[in-house]
Every structure is written in structure tokens, then in C-alpha cells.
């Protein structure tokens, strides 16, 4: 039984901590990266998708924890599931109520992310099952992640645009993929912290299956795919804004010193490092899609960058990300 009941802070406090709050700018900045594309002008509609696609990755965090804690109990010991201060039917409950609401927002915007919002919750839901898998995991994980930019896109132009909307032209697909293998990346690359605990716990990841050395190549190659999915969404306007152009450049010698980092290491417990940089590298990519759409929003970029950098260095676990 939990320690702790839905009224009591300490609750609510442990449950904000399962969200992992430094990574839902990873949700956040996905998701409008494909509603700056839309070049919207209403405001309004602005502000309404930035907090569901801000707390979605909280909620889809929180959920798929409840089917992990065999390896979490290993991996890190510090979570509230794990330590029993609040149960698995509670987190269930609000993560899809949370999940749920974050739809209804974005199809109130435009009926159909009804769609992809329903097979969002249906791949967090399943999850699991395929981080088993060494073929699968960053892959599965990576298509719901992929789902913001084309779900930020249609929120952003509104009904009738379907989910194939954003892949109409160029700089559209390359930004969907973009968000794919630079999540990818972040998954597989978040794989090398755990290898100890999903050896035990039974999770084939490629990690575990192939060993370091050539998950790290798989993790450069995730890496250069990325980078170049990026530079081709900046890089087709025909004068990219350099507000846009700095943070591209920022977001490739971040991305490469993470790259770096995971090839000059062999220790589980020091992986957090590259792992962080490669979050940095993943908000930096898309903040610069964002601005080269939309370069008047270059203040909300920075401040969004700061109030992340801030929040990581807050994370109850240093060695998590």
C-alpha cells in the first residue's frame, strides 16, 4: 500500500517527481516545433497547446514507470513507485486523466489529433513490452515522440488538416524525423545508465544484447541522422535567420561532445553525462526549427532554454536523467 493519499502534498510532491519535470521541455519543444511550422496567428491557440504538450511527457513518463518497476528498483532505487510512496492504480489514474486532458486541448484545436493522440497513449501504454526487445525500444519509443511535431503542426492550422498534413512538403517530414532520431538517440544513449539493472531484470536492450562499443556507433549514427534532418529544416528557407543558425550550431557541438563522451567511457555511472548533452542537443535542435519558422520568438526561446538548464541541475538524482 502507498504511504500517501491524493490530499496530501507529499503526494502530489513525489508524483511531480516521477514526471521527471527537466524533460518535459523535450515534449514541449517537440510539440511546437510543429505548431511554429503552421505559422500560426493566433495567440490564444499558442498558449493553449505549449502546456499540453509541456506536461505530456510528464504524464506519459509517470505512466510507463507503473509498468517498470522491476528494473527502476535496481536502477534507481530513489523513485516514489519504487520506494512505496505512491501506488501504481494512483499514478495510472491522474497519468491518463493528465494524458486525457492534454488531448482534449489539442483536438479542440483541431478534431482530428483525436488520432494520433489516442495511438500516443496506446504506445505509452505498450511501451514496455518492446524496451524488452533489443530491435524495438528506441525505435517504438521514438514514433510517440514523433507524434508532437505533426500533432503541434495540426493544432496549428486546425480542422480539416490530418495527420498527414506536415509531411505535404520537405521541411516538414525532415522535421518529423528529426524528432525521431534525435529521440532515438536519447533513448538508446539513456539504455547505457541501466545495462546492470535490465541484464537483471530481463531487458534486452541493444545495449545489453550487443555491448557498449556498438551501441555507441548505432548511438552515432542516430546522432548524424539527426543533425542532418535538422540542418535540412533550417537550412530550406533560402536565408535562415541566424538567430536560428547560432542555436543549429550550438546543438551540433553539443550533440558531438555527447557523442564523444559515450565512446570515452565504459561506466555505467558516468553516463549520465553524455546522456544529459544529448537532451541539451535534442531542445537546442528543435528551438533552432522553431526560430528559423519563427524568429520573433527568439525571448520565449531563451528563457525556455534557461528555465530547462536550471531545472536539470535540480533533478533529485544526479545521476539520472
Not at 523535450?26 to 497547446?49: H, K, R, W, Y
Not at 492504480?89 to 497519468?95: N, P, T
Not at 548505432?218 to 535540412?232: E, K, P, R, V, Y
Request: hydrophobic share 55%.
Amino acid at each position: 500500500m502507498p504511504t500517501t493519499t491524493l490530499t496530501t502534498p507529499k503526494f502530489w510532491q513525489a508524483y511531480w517527481v516521477t514526471m521527471r519535470p527537466y524533460l518535459l521541455f523535450v515534449s514541449g519543444v517537440a510539440g511546437m516545433a510543429g505548431f511554429a511550422l503552421g505559422a500560426p496567428q493566433n495567440v490564444p491557440a499558442a498558449l493553449a497547446a505549449f502546456p499540453a504538450f509541456f506536461f505530456a511527457y510528464g504524464f506519459g513518463q509517470a505512466l510507463t514507470d507503473c509498468f517498470q518497476t522491476d528494473t527502476d528498483a535496481l536502477s534507481s532505487p530513489y523513485r516514489p513507485l519504487v520506494r512505496g510512496i505512491i501506488g501504481k492504480r494512483q499514478v495510472l489514474g491522474i497519468s491518463l486523466a493528465g494524458l486525457l486532458g492534454c488531448c482534449l486541448i489539442l483536438s479542440w484545436l483541431n478534431l482530428l489529433n483525436l488520432i494520433p493522440g489516442a495511438l500516443s497513449v496506446l504506445g505509452l501504454a505498450t511501451y514496455t513490452f518492446f524496451k524488452r526487445r533489443w530491435w524495438a525500444g528506441p525505435f517504438y519509443n521514438a514514433w510517440i515522440v514523433a507524434l508532437l511535431p505533426v500533432m503541434g503542426y495540426m493544432a496549428a492550422v486546425g480542422y480539416p488538416a490530418g495527420p498527414s498534413a506536415i509531411f505535404a512538403t520537405v521541411t516538414g517530414g525532415t522535421l518529423v524525423a528529426s524528432v525521431f532520431f534525435s529521440y532515438a538517440n536519447f533513448v538508446l544513449m539513456g539504455y547505457f545508465k541501466d545495462i546492470s539493472a535490465d541484464r537483471a531484470s530481463g531487458y534486452h536492450t541493444f545495449v545489453v544484447r550487443f555491448g557498449w562499443r556498438p551501441a555507441a556507433w548505432i548511438s552515432d549514427l542516430f546522432a548524424l541522422i539527426s543533425l542532418a534532418a535538422g540542418g535540412t529544416v533550417i537550412f530550406s528557407a533560402l536565408a535562415a535567420p541566424w538567430p536560428a543558425l547560432a542555436v543549429f550550431a550550438a546543438a551540433a557541438v553539443v550533440l558531438c561532445k555527447a557523442q564523444w563522451g559515450i565512446h570515452h567511457t565504459s561506466d555505467e555511472t558516468a553516463a549520465h553525462r553524455p546522456i544529459a548533452n544529448v537532451v541539451r542537443g535534442f531542445l537546442l535542435l528543435h528551438l533552432a526549427a522553431i526560430l528559423s519558422f519563427q524568429p520573433e520568438w527568439w525571448l520565449a526561446a531563451l528563457l525556455f532554454y534557461g528555465a530547462f538548464e536550471l531545472t536539470l541541475q535540480r533533478r533529485p538524482e544526479k545521476g539520472q536523467v
